[in-house]
């Protein structure tokens, strides 16, 4: 029987919440109500709800500029034809809005009782009781899938699902995330919609209370699980997932820009965006160091893609660095690692070109194969590893890579996790039946084609390093490379492993997950945090305020390992 936690929870002692809209709309009543909400949010749903006689509604997708004038003012981010990348769009949420339409607005909210709804309420009025109604951005895919909301840059819900995810990844979430972060601090309440007809809320200040404590001990993100065309299922029985999807194929379990946070208020749950803490306690929560060098960003992910029972992911590379600052705007780019939680026998990894090969020849096989002639003969051009539980394979930026069937990976990469090159697919289609997206010029032009094998053997495979050891642990760097601000280092251990964030002023936040060992405890040697249980392969994050910590097993005389990743910081984070 699994004991992998599918809903974990954070508790908060000493605060509450409220449930149902009959709580909540009494909670809310006045004359003026304003309900600032992340795109993707039921308006409809908070207005039925909250809604009083003769009192006015404006919903804030009423003043949105037509369609073709926004498309216009976002074209230099998000004009062309590329079906899945963009450039990071900088503008204001305000640009959203026809100014006469916002105008208009302004004044008569300032007549008199009224309810404002939707993103961007704030910039209508503050005047009255202000809601953030927040919502996750899993939640938001889903009813992109569903056809029940549109994006807010692109209203209808009608279009394609990629279509709506690439406007909110580069664009609309961009800018209500800057909008919001300043409602954080001084919104009167917290709605949670996440679930339709099941309506959460907390006092602004008992979400402030919430925020400050997660700083302090260590906490999960809630996962969730998706298939893929490829896609396996060893995560169906390990994580103790349902019957219904053909595979799963990929799942995101330390990723707070998708994942989301639950709060245990005395027994009622509140779900919200992980991002909401990253923005408004980023320094105790990922250390002086690293939010001065990223901001309020989380830069490092954890995911898992599952290949047993299913076939190869696809042949790929990611952008180098000034790539991806020139042509996408991100400040930084996707380097990252397979650590094998579970191969088959006979399971292999592609990583980096054979010996000799004609970089001509490889992109002519390439075009060959997408304009529909011969498949691409990859292991011809692509060295293969074999590979074997708790090995560790590195994958700096312009590494062409890709994991084979019959593998369970622990991807750890940085986090701008969108920007994937694909360049040979195997000729399958996506699950929705059309062709996946190949980048092919995109990947050629970050290839690098001096990563053969012997290069590749000597830095990206298995660089083990031995840290230290003490009664019962010990501790070695696994990576990454040292193109990558990623550090890694797994404890073994059969008793109390110690492990340094340094400190919120000098450390970095940690992201672990237990690799090996049916169970362990997360402890504070100074008791700032009660004992944490952590189950196989669950992720964990340890925020860098919560201090230096021990992670033991569960059962005295138990063998556990964790792999740990930080950000690099000049401090020695090793035992």
């Given at each position: ?16 919440a ?30 039925a ?9 404006i ?30 769009c ?5 640009t ?20 404002i ?5 704030t ?45 909110a ?13 300043p ?13 339709a ?39 169906r ?14 799942s ?20 919200l965006?992980?991002?909401?803490l ?17 901001g309020?960003e ?22 180098l ?48 194969a ?16 074999p ?41 399958r ?25 012997a ?26 490379h040292?193109r ?35 169970a ?8 700032a ?6 189950s196989?392969?669950e ?33 020695n984070h090793?035992?």
């Open positions: 029987m699994s004991t992998y936690r599918l809903r974990p929870a954070i508790p908060v002692p000493g605060c509450t409220l449930t149902g809209w009959a709580a909540i709309g009494a909670a809310l009543a006045g004359p003026r109500l304003i309900v600032d909400a992340y795109p993707g949010v039921d308006l409809n749903e908070i207005v709800a909250c809604a009083r006689p003769g009192v006015p509604v919903r804030t997708t009423d003043l949105l500029l037509p369609q073709a004038e926004l498309d216009r003012v976002q074209a230099p981010w998000l004009g062309g034809d590329d079906p899945v990348f963009a450039m990071r900088p503008l204001p949420l305000s959203w809005f026809a100014p006469e339409r916002l105008r208009a607005a302004q004044v008569a909210a300032a007549a008199g009782p009224v309810l709804v939707g993103p961007g309420a910039l209508v009025s503050t005047c009255g009781v202000v809601v953030l109604a927040d919502l996750p951005r899993w939640e938001i895919q889903l009813r992109h899938r569903r056809g029940t909301v549109g994006s807010l840059g692109r209203a209808d819900a009608g279009s394609r699902p990629a279509v709506l995810y690439r406007q990844f580069f664009a609309d979430w961009r800018a209500y995330d800057r909008h919001k972060t409602l954080i601090a001084s919104c009167d309440w917290l709605l949670d919609t996440t679930r007809a099941d309506p959460r809320a907390c006092t602004g200040a008992t979400l402030r209370a919430a925020l400050d404590h997660a700083t302090t001990t260590p906490f999960r993100l809630l996962p969730y699980f998706d298939p893929a065309p490829w896609g396996g299922q060893w995560m029985k390990t994580c103790g997932l349902p019957d219904g999807p053909v595979n799963y194929g990929w995101f379990d330390g990723v707070p820009e998708e994942n989301s946070l639950v709060f245990d208020f005395a027994g009622t749950e509140l779900e965006p992980a991002q909401t990253v923005l408004a306690r980023p320094q105790a929560l990922l250390g002086e160091p690293v939010h001065g060098r990223f309020a989380f830069p490092i992910r954890f995911d898992f893609l599952d290949t047993i029972g299913g076939g190869n992911l696809s042949l790929q590379v990611h952008p660095t000034e790539y991806i600052q020139t042509h996408f705007g991100w400040p930084y780019t996707q380097d990252e690692s397979y650590y094998m939680l579970a191969a088959e026998p006979g399971a292999q990894v592609y990583l980096g070109l054979r010996e000799g090969i004609d970089p001509a020849a490889f992109a002519a096989g390439l075009r060959e997408q304009a529909g002639g011969r498949p691409f003969p990859a292991e011809q051009f692509a060295q293969t590893w590979a074997r539980t708790h090995d560790h394979f590195l994958i700096p930026a312009g590494t062409l890579h890709c994991s084979g069937a019959g593998s369970m990976v622990l991807e750890i990469s940085a986090t701008p996790y969108i920007f994937t090159f694909k360049m040979w697919d195997w000729g289609l996506g699950l929705d039946g059309r062709p996946r997206p190949i980048h092919l010029d995109h990947g050629l032009a970050n290839i690098q084609f001096d990563r053969t094998t290069w590749t053997a000597a830095n990206l495979v298995n660089r083990v390093e031995p840290l230290g050891s003490g009664p019962g642990w010990r501790a070695e760097r696994t990576g990454l040292e990558e601000f990623i550090e890694t280092v797994r404890h073994w251990s059969t008793a109390a492993a110690p492990h340094r964030t340094g400190g919120r002023a000098r450390g970095s936040v940690h992201m672990l997950n237990l690799v090996h060992g049916a362990a405890v997360v402890e504070s040697p100074s008791g945090f009660a004992p944490f249980p952590v196989y392969t992720t964990f994050i340890v925020p860098a305020a919560a201090g230096d910590y021990t992670v033991r097993p569960l059962r005295s005389g138990d063998e556990i390992a964790t792999l740990e990743a930080s950000v690099r910081t000049g401090i090793a035992p």
